[in-house]
């Protein structure tokens, strides 16, 4: 079975740091861009940033830059999202999805070929 799935999520207060977790099974993330989101009680699904198969990181959202960033370990067949200085507005539910694409730019859309089912993270004191 072809899934991605994201772990990592928890309470944490703000300030505080998190970092998740997004592992494919079923295929090898060597060729795939991944992309990372997040959706709030009640706003639309927000891309944040992506890595190219390469490990070039792009942050797009300007909520997040500068706190946020993404890193791949091919070999554990896993990337990751470090988010450092947590604040109340982080609170969502995050997921990763992968588009199969080599090279080293990345893309984020809301289209990618397999998404996971997401990961809550809580930012509160």
């Known amino acids: 079975q072809l899934q991605l799935v994201e772990s990592g999520g928890g309470l944490v207060q703000p300030g505080g740091s998190l970092r998740l977790s997004c592992t494919a099974s079923?295929?090898?993330?060597?060729?795939?861009?991944i992309g990372w989101y997040r959706q709030a009680p009640g706003k639309e699904r927000e891309g944040l940033a992506c890595i190219s198969s390469s490990g070039g990181v792009t942050i797009l959202a300007d909520s997040v830059k500068g706190r946020f960033t993404s890193s791949r370990d091919n070999a554990k067949n896993t990337v990751f999202l470090q988010m450092n200085s947590l604040k109340p507005e982080d609170t969502a539910v995050y997921y990763c999805?992968?588009?199969?694409?080599?090279?080293?730019?990345?893309?984020?859309?809301?289209?990618?070929?397999?998404w996971g089912k997401g990961t809550l993270v809580t930012v509160s004191s």
């Open positions: 079923g295929f090898t993330l060597d060729y795939y861009t």
């Open positions: 999805a992968a588009e199969h694409k080599y090279g080293s730019s990345c893309y984020l859309g809301y289209d990618m070929e397999f």
